[in-house]
Every structure is written in structure tokens, then in C-alpha cells.
């Protein structure tokens, strides 16, 4: 196996060509480890020293992307996922589906190794529960002599779509059944409802105005956390997943203005709800941000995909819309 490690931003530049072929052919194919929504998390949220190093065979094939960085936190030196934690909801090392079981080994080798950056501790979050790192990871660095522990990090609530809506509203129960065909009615009824997904014909940086104006206006909570750091990571990482095909923006407007917004991702035959806005001095009545999602629920099952995922969190709304609990974990290492 050929290893090679990279330490700065470049990295991103020289691996462009190969690196979604790799996501999209690995065992944990999310849009949050493609190089769009990588490379924009590094460059506007990114701290500390990057560590990415790669695996090929020994005819060039690329096999493996360790996507690491290393920052002081408390006084230690701390080595994570790029991405980690708050804002991306699955991540993994990037691992050719069938080669887990010879690639993981070569990881904690890395680790240990003296190309690696000086570290205190291993913290590698929101790993998936089918994950192979999950699976295998924590056995080998036992062996190595590390200390490892394997902890549940969050729930990811996701709801397996059927092939029809009436089918969907029938794995309800009979209250929320009846409630989200009441507020669509109601929705329906007392304003003029549109609403849309922005596409090539739109003013693609005045609809993510929108919908960062209505994120803003949600909640002081969802104020306070977008901060211009934090917007100038959101417009680079939409636009980037916009262009590739990948983003979801849609907007409510009732009575001809804009009261929900809706960040998801339509990735790998899922939709998945990443973050949300809505304006409550327009019509709090006709709870326009639970109506945004039944459409775009409904509108996920007239296309076909398979499940519709609601990231991270146990917000009660997300069980109301039927979800089941998928989880992510948070693989821990120190040296003993």
C-alpha cells in the first residue's frame, strides 16, 4: 500500500479529481464527506493543523481518505474528524467499500506513526451506526495498546418513505394523521399558499438571503449561532452543494411572502432536512414550517427516494412526522 499524508489546504486541490469517486463508491457514502461540503468546512470553520492522509494500492487506485486535523482545546491537543462537531451530522474515515478490513489497521498505524501531528487524544464523532469504523476500529486500537471508548453521540431520526402518500399518512397514528392533513387544509384555505424549490432560474444568492434572514428571525438561538463565521461557512458550503446538484431550497410564501425556509440535501436516493427558518410575525396559525415539511415529505416520496432523514437532535415535531431513531457514536483513543 502506498501512504501519503498532506498538511495544509492543497490537499483538497490535488485529491478534487478522485475524492467524491471514493465517497460515492465507500461504505458510508454521506454528502458530508464530498470534498464540497469538506473543503468548505475546513476553509471557514477549520482551526488548528490538517492531517489528510490517503491510501492507494499499489497500481495508483485510491483506496482511503483519512480526513483529520488536530487543535488545542483545554490545553491538549485534540485530533478529530474534519467537520467535527456541530454543524455536519455524519462523518467517517472515507474507506473503499470491501477493503474495511485491511484499511482500518493502516489508520491506527498512521496514528501512531511519526507522519502524524503531535496528539493528546482521539475524538472521531457522528460516526454511523452501520459504519465499519464503528464496527472494527475500537478492537484494533485496544490491540495497539491505546485506550478507547465507544459512546452514543446523538439520535438521527429518519423515516423510511413508502411508495405512496397515503401509504406514508397511513404509518401514522390517527392524531397525526389527521393533524397534518388539518394544517394543510387550513394552509390551503386561509392564504395563498406557494411554494418552491430554487433551481437554475432563480437568484440563487437572494434565495439563500432568504432563507438566512427567516433562520435568523426562528428562534434567539438560531440567531446567536449564525454568526458571519458561521454564514460565510453556509453560503460557500450551499453554493458548492448547489452546484453539484445536491441542495434543497425551498421556500413557503403565504399570501405572497416568504414565512419557511428549508436547507435539505438530496443525496444518494435521500433527502435529508438540514436546517430550517421561519418568519413568526407572519402566519404562526398556519404553522408554515410543519406544512413546508409535509409538502416536501410528499414531494420526497412522488420522486422515489427511499427515506427522509432529520439529522441530528430528538426535536419532538421530527417523531410527530413518523420518524424512527437511527444513531451516531463518538470513538474516543488516548494513549495508556
Known amino acids: ?3 501519503q499524508h498532506y498538511h495544509d489546504a ?22 458530508f464527506l464530498t470534498i464540497e461540503w469538506q473543503e468548505s468546512w ?9 492531517w489528510v492522509t490517503t491510501v492507494r494500492d499499489p497500481a495508483g487506485a485510491l483506496l482511503a481518505i483519512f480526513p483529520c486535523h488536530v487543535l488545542e482545546a483545554d490545553g491538549r491537543r485534540i485530533l478529530r ?24 489497521p493502516l489508520f491506527v498505524e498512521c496514528l501512531l506513526g511519526p507522519a502524524a501531528p503531535p496528539w493528546d487524544k482521539v475524538e ?36 423510511p418513505l413508502p411508495t405512496s402518500w397515503e401509504a406514508y399518512l397511513m404509518m401514522l397514528d390517527k392524531k397525526q394523521r389527521h393533524e397534518i392533513r388539518r394544517k394543510l387544509r387550513r394552509a390551503q384555505s386561509e392564504a395563498v399558499l406557494e411554494w418552491y424549490i430554487v433551481g437554475p432560474a432563480h437568484d440563487f444568492e437572494r434565495e439563500l438571503d432568504i432563507f438566512i434572514e427567516l433562520h435568523r428571525k426562528s428562534r434567539p438561538d438560531k440567531h446567536a ?36 425556509s428549508m436547507l435539505s440535501f438530496d443525496y444518494d436516493n435521500a433527502v435529508l432536512l438540514y436546517n430550517s427558518g421561519f418568519d413568526p410575525e407572519g402566519h404562526p396559525q398556519l404553522s408554515p414550517g410543519n406544512v413546508l415539511i409535509a409538502l416536501c415529505i410528499q414531494q420526497a416520496i412522488e420522486l422515489g ?11 419532538e415535531y421530527k417523531y410527530r412526522f413518523g420518524a424512527r431513531d437511527t444513531y451516531v457514536y463518538q470513538i474516543e483513543m488516548e494513549r495508556r
Not at 475546513?42 to 490538517?50: A, F, Q, T
Not at 475500537?138 to 459512546?151: F, I, K
Not at 427516494?305 to 426535536?315: I, P, Q, S, V, Y
Request: hydrophobic share 45%; aromatic share 10%; net charge negative.
Open 1 to 3: 500500500m502506498q501512504v
Open 10 to 31: 492543497g490537499a483538497f486541490d490535488i485529491l478534487r479529481p478522485e475524492w467524491n469517486h471514493l465517497v460515492f463508491t465507500s461504505s458510508t457514502n454521506e454528502v
Open 42 to 50: 475546513w476553509r471557514h470553520l477549520g482551526e488548528g493543523e490538517l
Open 81 to 104: 474528524f474534519i467537520g467535527c462537531v456541530e454543524v455536519t451530522d455524519y462523518l467517517d474515515l472515507i474507506l473503499a467499500k470491501g477493503h474495511e478490513e485491511a484499511l482500518l
Open 124 to 159: 472521531l464523532c457522528n460516526i454511523p451506526q452501520a459504519s465499519a469504523t464503528l464496527r472494527l476500529l475500537p478492537e484494533l486500537a485496544g490491540a495497539a495498546g491505546l485506550s478507547v471508548d465507544v459512546r452514543q453521540r446523538d439520535v438521527c431520526p429518519v423515516i
Open 225 to 260: 449561532f449564525m454568526t458571519p463565521r458561521t454564514e460565510a461557512f453556509f453560503r460557500a458550503m450551499a453554493r458548492a452543494l448547489f452546484d453539484a446538484g445536491w441542495l434543497r431550497l425551498s421556500h413557503l410564501v403565504l399570501d405572497g411572502r416568504h414565512e419557511a
Open 305 to 315: 427516494r427511499r427515506e427522509f432523514d432529520f439529522l441530528r437532535g430528538d426535536e
